[in-house]
């Protein structure tokens, strides 16, 4: 005899069921990547909301380029670091659609900076997720804008001079001293609470841009265990210990009303 679904019970102590809006597709990331979990928070949230209908994300290049082989909603990709700009575009002839950019260090942060000032200096309606590990992941593990001094990488192999290479570049602070922007935070998603943190962050994020506040921007401190060179473990205490020192974690910038 065949089961109808009122014969099916559902568990009584459910604690967790993938969202609809990740694909059965296996995650591609490197062990202990915060990408994975980044995707969920942003597809939970988007289906809490009731949104999957009506969101547009934007994915350019470097790891974050992966992201619509996960994300069961309309995606675009980008090149590398027009992801803003494709989203302004996009949200001016779509303003009732939500729309956001999924962005790596590399890709926002240096190719794409101009974008990315730009388009939150004009307070496009969109909400930016930027995903920092102080690194280029996916292309070999080289110096980006955010990584920070004396950190060692494929083309710092000494660590980062400062006075040959720069200063690590912070642009959440950056962009939270601009008209435009509403909302802007540093989150992470290394432990339980900072996950929990993380996913009330894109939250608030998308309600802004649906009362049309302007830009949010989100930056998610995460590692990259494999152009770090350290098990997931190692990691997780070295983020801890460096990389939230210098890019403190919190709310930087609210809508005063």
């Not at 059965?24 to 999957?52: F, N, Q, W």
């Not at 801890?240 to 930087?252: K, Q, S, V, W």
């Amino acid at each position: 005899m065949e089961e109808t679904k009122q014969d099916i019970k559902k568990p009584e102590n459910l604690v967790y069921k993938k969202t609809d809006l990740m694909t059965d597709k296996t995650l591609s990331y490197c062990p202990g990547c915060g990408h994975g979990v980044i995707h969920r928070m942003a597809m939970e949230v988007i289906e809490e909301m009731g949104l999957e209908e009506e969101t547009i994300g934007i994915a350019p290049v470097g790891c974050s380029v992966l992201a619509y082989e996960f994300m069961n909603v309309d995606m675009q990709q980008a090149a590398h670091g027009r992801a803003p700009a494709l989203a302004t575009g996009i949200k001016r002839v779509f303003p009732e659609k939500t729309v956001f950019t999924y962005q790596g260090d590399g890709d926002l942060a240096a190719i794409g900076t101009a974008e990315t000032i730009h388009a939150c200096n004009r307070g496009e309606n969109i909400t930016i997720i930027f995903v920092n590990n102080g690194i280029y992941g996916m292309t070999g593990g080289q110096m980006a804008p955010t990584t920070l001094e004396g950190m060692k990488s494929s083309t710092t192999p000494y660590g980062r001079d400062t006075k040959k290479m720069g200063h690590p570049l912070k642009m959440t602070e950056l962009v939270a001293t601009l008209p435009g922007t509403c909302y802007v935070t540093r989150q992470a998603v290394h432990k339980a609470a900072a996950v929990r943190k993380t996913k009330k962050a894109i939250k608030k994020a998308i309600e802004y841009q649906k009362a049309e506040k302007g830009t949010s921007f989100i930056e998610v401190v995460s590692n990259c265990s494999s152009g770090w060179k350290m098990t997931p473990v190692q990691a997780n205490k070295w983020m801890e210990e460096n990389m939230f020192p210098f890019y403190p974690l919190g709310d930087i910038k609210k809508p005063e009303k």
